[in-house]
């Protein structure tokens, strides 16, 4: 089983027992807008992703992993990134993150990234990462530009909301030897 570890964290493949934390992140309608999505997800759907999460990264192209804070000898999810559009080629791959509700703003988030970044770049050999994010979304732009990725794009009206349209910024990071 995959982890990845710091003091802190613990970044770990999804169980069956993250389900209900699952089901709650994937059907949060303030999330959607982020993952641009649309509609709810079932728990049958959640269980079945679950059991194919072994499946190996270069065959499904994608990796979800989720992000456990590590408390007085307790370990509980309070996130998860996903490492998507997986190209072995062109040695790249999306970041998306989520923490929960209760426990931003505690720097997890940039400890998470951290780990990601540094799984993707020595264990998956990637050259690039890359994120999108809504211009409304100042603390995910703040964070991933403190991770050292740089605005590379704007695409304009991108994302319809209920107030109108939002533009998405694209990030990247290249990693450097």
Known sequence: MLTIESEQLKLRAPEPSDLDILYKWENDQSLWEISNTITPISKFLLKEYIKKSHLDIFQVKQLRLMID????????PVGSIDI???EPYHQRAGLGIVIDASQRNKGIASEALILTIDYGFATLGLHQLY???????????HLFEQMGFDIIGLKKDWVRTSEGWLN???LQKIRSF
Do not use: H, M, R
Not at 69 to 76: I, P, Q, T
Not at 131 to 141: K, P
């Open 69 to 76: 804070l590590k408390e007085d000898e307790l370990e509980f």
């Open 84 to 86: 998507f559009d997986f």
């Open 131 to 141: 994120c999108n994010i809504l211009e409304n979304n100042e603390a995910s732009l």
């Open 168 to 170: 998405e910024y694209t």
